[in-house]
Structure formats: C-alpha cells, structure tokens
C-alpha cells in the first residue's frame, strides 16, 4: 500500500496538482495578525497624511493591541489635547488629540477600526452585507443617450464617491433587452449606507483660498477641456471656463491674500501653511497662496497660480478661462473629472433612483453560512452517491480529493486577484465541481470497461471517455 502511494505522489501530474494546491492554499489565509484594522481616516484626523486605511494598528499609547476589546477602552480614555502614540505598519506615530464635536470631554483622533480579516478572500454585497443602488441616467430634452455620456455619468459617479474614501466600492453598467441603460452602485460592508445619500446628491465643488470659498460649480461654464501635454513643459494641462463674476472673486481674493512681499522660496517646505512656491518664467519662487479645488468638502487638489498669472490680477484685470497644469496625466484626468463632478454632465438632466436596498452583515452573515453549509452538503451528498455506485472507497476518494481540490485552487485564485465571491459565484463554483465530478464518472466507468483487457484497450476507452466529455 505504501508503495503505491509513492508511486502515486512521484506522479508529475499529482506533483502539479500538489503544488497549485499549496500555492492556493497559501494566498487565503491574510496573515495581518492580532490587531485592528484602519478602515476610515476622517478629513480633519490628526493622523490624516500619516496613518493609511488597510494598515493594521499593533499598539496604541504603550498598550498592545490585539482586538477591539483592547482597542476601545483606550480610545475612551482618550481627552482633547492628549498626545496620542500608535505604532501601525512597524513605525511609530505621535499626535494631538482634537476635541471631538459631539462630545467635548471626548478626544477625536478620527480613526475608523475594525477586526482584520482573516483571509484575503473579498466578499460581496450578499456574503457580508451593504447597499446597492440602482440609477436610471435621464438625459436633457434632445439629447441622445450615448456610450460616451454614459461613461462620463459613471465616472462622475466614481470621482464623488472616491472623494469621501469609501472603499470597495463597484460600479456596473447594465442594459436591458429594450436597450435602456442603468447604473449599479454596489458598497459590501461597513459604511455603505453612505452610498444612498451620496448618489443623491449634485455633488458640491468649491474653489478656495486659505479656507475662504470664491466660487462653486455653478459658476463654472461647461464643457471641460480635455487633458493635453504641453510638449514644451511637459506638464499636462486641463483648461476650464468661469463666470465674470467668478473670475472678478477669483482675483480680489487672491490679491487680497498675498503679503506686500511674498517671500522668495525653491520648495514649498519654505512656504507657510496654506501657500506654495509658485515658479517663474525664470525659475525663482514665489510663496502665494494655494488655490484648492474640493468635491463635497474634501479637497482634490492643490497648486498655487503661476506667476504670469498672479501678475495679471495684479494689474486689475480678471481671467475667465483658467488652465491647471499637472505632472501626469493621470492626476490631469482626476482634475478634469472633479471639475465635471461639481455637478453631472450637461447632457444628464437628473439620476433617477430605480430602486435601494440594504443587507445587513448579520443577513450577510448567515448567507455566507448557509452557502458554506449547502457547498459542504453537495460534496457529502456526491461522495454518497459515488459510494452507492462503485463501493469502494480507492475510487471514491480520489474522486472527491479532485473536486475539493477544485474548490480550493478556485479560492486561492478568487484570493490573488481580488475575484468577489457572491452567492452566483458560490453557486457557480458548486456547479463547476458537479460538472467535474461527472467527468470523473465518466472516465472511470470507461476505464473499468477495459480494466481487464489489454494496454490498448485502456488507451481506446480513455479516448471514448474523453471524446464523451468534449
């Protein structure tokens, strides 16, 4: 017996099979350790810049931290103006505490927590709850509904979520059979009743200096330049048109912000909070204020004007049409989009909101239970029926190691490339493993045609077997 086992492992094909079993078996498991997990780092947070979301707290103010019954009592003892010291990510990290609003004895630290995941697995809407949204793009009279405004609308859609660093979140373009397009917005776990009220909303974009608004969305007059690189600078650019009355706020602020004489600067480390080093023709710095663009009270971007430009305000005249000069397209394409998202594209006249369901974690729960229990019930329920068939135990099992194989080389790879695991897709990999159980049947029942007859009479029914199975 021994020796055939051996025989049996020494086999290249069950050496492979071994080995994406391992591998599989590898990428599951999470490997964070004790600790929390930082899910939400709000706006005003003391740690906002420093701390990430994802980076798993290990000690907080000398304590070490293995659960959220070690995390809360601290966080409670916690008073405005503490210093707070949080060892995440293997660095350390020391702030003030804020006062927090709604309780003024509180200290605010701004940080969101959770229990880290045991396994890398990423669950969807069904397994773990969350809200789904479903949005019906109406377009202005006259205008027709078309590929590229339904890209647009999703990505505004994107933009004004991602400002208020929801994560997890999955956006899906459906059309039905009479060719009417809808909008799916899907947020599984903590945080996504969020997602409800933020799709109802226009989406807020203000422009700002030292804190002080000068203009909103409305005053921005469509539609947006496209990104283009100056081949010259190098630098890419988004130009965007404003208002007069815009454009006159845009430069009596400004000008009313900046010293008598802006200091001179080569970084903006030189430069007091709120201003940046603004370059010349000539390469000098200036430190002026920063302009700042925010999308629903969370800042997007920030630069101080050129100085070409602060000039010209100088001089009392006002600029309607503004360029943004970025580094990379990529950072150009997010400015382009803010600006689209302080409010929908012209062609959209509303969002109307099809329908809005929520599924609690706890439901979320039980469904993920009760999906493990059913996928577990049909292996036992196969291994059965395989037993009452052949009777015999070195046909069943093998049979059975193959299709759990399958389910677990399935989860490693759902694991590695971030695949959401749903009830379809549970259901979808029991019907894989049916499928490739059947397959075995067949083959086996093939080769005990021929199991007493000659070599080639093996090769020929594991040809049938195989041309059954195509």
């Given at each position: 017996?021994?020796?055939?086992?051996?025989?049996?492992?020494?086999?290249?094909?069950?050496?492979?099979?071994?080995?994406?079993?391992?591998?599989?078996?590898?990428?599951?498991?999470?490997?964070?350790?004790?600790?929390?997990?930082?899910?939400?780092?709000?706006?005003?947070?003391?740690?906002?810049?420093?701390?990430?979301?994802?980076?798993?707290?290990?000690?907080?103010?000398?304590?070490?931290?293995?659960?959220?019954?070690?995390?809360?009592?601290?966080?409670?003892?916690?008073?405005?103006?503490?210093?707070?010291?949080?060892?995440?990510?293997?660095?350390?990290?020391?702030?003030?505490?804020?006062?927090?609003?709604?309780?003024?004895?509180?200290?605010?630290?701004?940080?969101?927590?959770?229990?880290?995941?045991?396994?890398?697995?990423?669950?969807?809407?069904?397994?773990?709850?969350?809200?789904?949204?479903?949005?019906?793009?109406?377009?202005?009279?006259?205008?027709?509904?078309?590929?590229?405004?339904?890209?647009?609308?999703?990505?505004?859609?994107?933009?004004?979520?991602?400002?208020?660093?929801?994560?997890?979140?999955?956006?899906?373009?459906?059309?039905d059979i009479d060719d009417n397009r809808y909008i799916i917005i899907e947020m599984p776990g903590e945080g996504s009743e969020k997602v409800v009220e933020l799709v109802k909303s226009v989406g807020k974009f203000e422009l700002r200096i030292l804190n002080e608004t000068v203009f909103t969305g409305d005053s921005i007059i469509p539609p947006i330049g496209l990104p283009t690189q100056d081949f010259q600078t190098g630098q890419w650019r988004v130009s965007f048109t404003i208002d007069n009355t815009a454009a006159g706020q845009l430069r009596d602020s400004f000008i009313s912000k900046v010293p008598e004489s802006p200091s001179t600067c080569s970084s903006g480390d030189e430069c007091t909070d709120g201003?940046?080093?603004?370059?010349?023709?000539?390469?000098?710095?200036?430190?002026?204020?920063?302009?700042?663009?925010?999308?629903?009270?969370?800042?997007?971007?920030?630069?101080?004007?050129?100085?070409s430009l602060y000039e010209t305000w100088k001089f009392g005249e006002a600029s309607k049409n503004l360029v943004v000069e970025t580094n990379s397209q990529e950072s150009a394409k997010q400015v382009e989009v803010v600006l689209e998202a302080g409010r929908l594209p012209t062609q959209i006249k509303s969002l109307n909101i099809i329908s809005q369901d929520y599924v609690d974690p706890k439901l979320g729960r039980d469904f993920l239970r009760g999906a493990v229990i059913a996928g577990m019930a049909a292996i036992l329920a196969v291994g059965l029926v395989l037993l009452v068939r052949y009777r015999n135990l070195k046909i069943v099992i093998p049979i059975l190691f193959t299709g759990v194989s399958e389910v677990i080389i399935i989860l490693g790879v759902a694991s590695l490339i971030k695949w959401s695991i749903d009830l379809p897709a549970?259901?979808?990999?029991i019907a894989s493993v049916g499928t490739g159980v059947e397959q075995q049947i067949i083959i086996t029942d093939e080769l005990l045609k021929g199991i007493n007859g000659e070599r080639w009479a093996l090769k020929k029914q594991t040809k049938v077997a195989f041309g059954i199975i195509m």
């Open positions: 017996m021994a020796k055939k086992i051996t025989q049996i492992l020494k086999n290249k094909k069950v050496l492979i099979l071994i080995l994406f079993l391992l591998f599989a078996v590898g990428m599951i498991p999470s490997y964070k350790g004790a600790g929390v997990e930082i899910t939400y780092i709000a706006a005003d947070s003391p740690f906002k810049g420093s701390l990430d979301e994802g980076m798993i707290i290990r000690e907080m103010q000398g304590v070490k931290i293995i659960s959220l019954e070690d995390y809360a009592p601290i966080m409670e003892s916690i008073k405005p103006n503490d210093t707070v010291s949080i060892v995440a990510g293997k660095q350390f990290y020391e702030k003030t505490a804020a006062v927090d609003s709604a309780n003024p004895e509180q200290g605010f630290i701004g940080l969101r927590v959770k229990e880290p995941p045991k396994n890398r697995l990423a669950l969807g809407l069904d397994l773990q709850g969350g809200a789904r949204v479903v949005l019906s793009p109406i377009t202005a009279e006259g205008v027709e509904f078309n590929d590229t405004v339904f890209d647009t609308t999703t990505q505004v859609l994107m933009t004004r979520l991602n400002a208020y660093a929801l994560k997890n979140i999955v956006i899906r373009q459906i059309t201003f940046s080093c603004s370059r010349g023709f000539a390469g000098s710095g200036m430190c002026l204020p920063s302009i700042e663009m925010f999308l629903d009270d969370q800042k997007t971007f920030s630069a101080p004007p050129a100085q549970i259901a979808g990999i």
